[in-house]
């Protein structure tokens, strides 16, 4: 089935970065796609056409994987019924907040600003993914790891407010200026 691909046992480290890297580009252009194609539909609309489209398009592999991965999964894992409630949160999670919610705001953010600043900004998801596995699920960072999110960060934060504050202070050397020479 199209689902076991990534499953497969033999896939490798490599391999799996290699997947992630085009699963980037991918969320990279569609940032740029994002802001030419939304024409004149507002975001709420844009993203019910996108949603639909993608389950048009997967659609195949969804109902392959759902109705064989499903069963299959049942029997060899053997879950127990309190392994499929403790599941429930993650499931609603992903679907209403990650899917629903956040991909809604984000086109709508993208209205105002632009490709770039977009996928700059969205390069932090990497640090509040670290931030979450910390908090929630007990993971560690090594120090290697934890200078890397904090250059994450900061790289962040420096590009999208040191162009206002270069801004702010061009305003107001041009007021001290316009007040100088209109004495």
């Known amino acids: 089935s199209p689902c076991s691909i990534l ?3 033999n896939l490798t480290r490599i391999q799996a ?3 992630l890297i085009l699963v980037s580009l991918v969320w990279g252009t569609t940032f740029v796609v994002q802001q030419i194609g939304t024409g004149g539909l507002g975001a709420v609309s844009f993203t019910s056409a996108r949603f639909f489209m993608g ?4 659609a195949v592999p969804f109902l392959t994987c759902s109705i064989a991965g499903l069963p299959l999964g049942l029997f060899l894992e053997n879950p127990g019924w309190a392994d499929l409630v403790g599941a429930v949160f ?3 999670y992903a679907g209403i907040l990650s ?3 956040a991909f809604t705001l984000q086109v709508v953010a993208q209205r105002f600003t632009t490709p770039a600043d977009t996928a700059i900004i969205l390069s932090a998801e990497t640090v509040f993914s670290a931030m979450g596995g910390y908090l929630f699920l007990g993971e560690r960072l090594t120090l290697v790891q934890m200078a890397g999110a904090v250059m994450i960060l ?3 934060l420096a590009v999208q ?3 206002m504050i270069r801004l ?3 305003s107001k050397e041009k007021v001290a200026v316009e007040s100088t020479t209109s004495r």
């Open 7 to 9: 499953q497969h046992p």
């Open 17 to 19: 970065n290699m997947a």
């Open 55 to 58: 389950g048009v398009v997967a």
């Open 90 to 92: 993650g499931i609603l």
């Open 99 to 101: 899917v629903g919610i």
């Open 154 to 156: 900061i790289s962040v």
């Open 161 to 163: 407010l040191l162009p």
């Open 168 to 170: 702010r202070g061009a």
